[in-house]
């Protein structure tokens, strides 16, 4: 096991410390914090704003970064010829294959940690917000700590990695996701203490969210083993658009608005939907793997 | 019983084909070579003469067209084999993101290394190749040579019985163009099997036992170093052709 550990370690670490990845996720936090805000001010109705922009930027940041997490690892493998070197050492074909789609799965988990801890942050915020408030100024009082320590989420990691890079030389890019991680994870516990199980109302929905990016980073990983980058791209948006329907759990999290909450239920068969998905592309991609030359 | 020939290719062909699987280019033709074990063996060869095509095809990388290549008498394809193989590719590819400590760890993950022992040999090597010094800086940043040598000790970290090495000495100065030579030569005194190319003829005659002299993939010359009776140099040239004169008036003008 030990040297497909070691490509799933090295390739999670090459997703995460990529200049790509780290943007991603800061433009997914700035959705979920900066959406439901200006939303509020229009249109009063904060919870269920800080819900869909949670949900959204989960679905699509999260598609977004497993697409070009996978692509972009396996292709600089295959171009850069460090397939060639990892594959004359005792390695097989399929395994180095599915460990490096292990490695961009971690890589989605960290993302997901991120952008699911400050969704529970803001959702937290606007729910105890609009019970409580009954002005504009309380809840404001409310809501603005979830707004700030979101923006410490995106903020804080820039400053603190540049320091750590300037004196000790950590890697900035890696540096600032994982603290970002941290602090979203850190302001997702922590608001489920300030809105107790209300806040736990946003997590199968998020869950949901998540599972047609696994989905999508097991194919992108499988096409790009036999096809060029933009095509792999290509391929991967047709995966995509062929999962929409299947991914009507996005749909489902209207039950939130209702008050109500995805039954888990629902959640466990979405996933045992995106079980086999995941096993068939990663079947096509050992294939596809085992005849490259 | 283990065979006596590390490496053997037996009327090995390697023709690639395009999309619609029509031949392009016969990169080998009907080849058959032998490496034994504990000596040096030399592929040498123009530019195309399918010297790399060869070294993948040992390696597992590439599958002939037809022929047959075994590897400790086994399938190159297989993990078993594989496990008492160092490459050192012609171009050094490494992991820009990871540091040379990081590099030279994750190559002992591969050859299944413990945390402990990984560690241990990562020392050990950044040590022989000189860059202890710089092993926490990112292989991305350094130069051709340095990235070389981070190279031949991730090719060296598992311990290999038969090291193949494609140039070794490829971008590498007058120094440590020698120490690679030196080290190569301490190698193979100290038991192990070396296959090598290099477009670099002195540098193939002093570190060579046995070479073999490709061209349009297929050889045309095969011996001992020793016994050649000339230079390696002017028995190459008498076996692929002669050089060009340049006219450079023209152009000096």
Known sequence: MRPYVSITQATALEVLSSPLSLLVLLAALAMEVFAPVFHYHQFGDATRMARDAA?????????????????????????TGTMEMALAHPVSRSGFFLAKAAGVAV???????AVIGIALTMFAGAAVGGAIAEETAQLARVYGPCVAAGVAAMVLPLVLAAALNRFFRFRFTLTAFLL?????????????????????????AAVL????????????????????A??????????????????????????????????????????????????????????????RE | MEAENVVSLDNVSKTFRDFWLRPTVSAVDGLSLAVRRGEVFGLLGPNGSGKSTTIKMILGLLSPSAGEVKLFGLSPRSVAARRRLGYLPELSFLHPFLTAAETI??????????????????????AMVGLESVAKRPVGEFSKGMARRVALASALVGRPELLVLD???????????????????????????????SHLLADAEDICDRVMILNHGKSVAEGEVSSLGTSLEEFFLAKVGSVQDFALAPFLR
């Not at chain 1, 949900?55 to 292709?75: D, E, N, P, Q, Y």
């Open chain 1, 55 to 79: 949900i959204s930027a989960l679905f699509t940041c999260g598609a977004v970064f497993a697409v070009f997490g996978a692509i972009r690892s396996v292709r600089r493998e295959i171009e």
């Open chain 1, 107 to 113: 890589a989605f988990t960290v993302f997901a940690v």
């Open chain 1, 180 to 204: 970002a991680t941290a602090i979203a994870a850190v302001a997702g516990v922590s608001s489920m203490f300030l809105a107790g199980g209300d806040a736990m109302r946003l997590v199968p």
């Open chain 1, 209 to 228: 969210a998540v599972a047609p990016a696994y989905v999508l980073a097991a194919a992108a990983a499988a096409f790009a083993v036999r096809f060029r």
């Open chain 1, 230 to 291: 933009n095509a792999a791209a290509a391929l991967s948006g047709v995966a995509l658009v062929l999962m929409l329907p299947a991914a009507d759990n996005y749909y489902r999290a209207e039950a939130l608005a209702r008050g109500g909450t995805v039954p888990p239920a629902y959640v466990a068969l979405a996933f045992a939907a995106a079980v086999p998905a995941v096993v068939g592309f990663l079947l096509i991609g050992i294939h596809f793997s085992r005849n």
């Open chain 2, 105 to 126: 760890g994750y190559y002992a993950g591969l050859c299944g290394l413990s945390r402990r022992e990984a560690s241990r040999r990562t020392r050990e090597l950044l």
């Open chain 2, 167 to 197: 140039e070794p000495t490829s971008g590498l100065d007058p120094i440590s163009t020698k120490e690679v030579k030196t080290l190569v030569k301490a190698l193979a005194q100290g038991g192990m099997t070396v296959l090598t190319t």
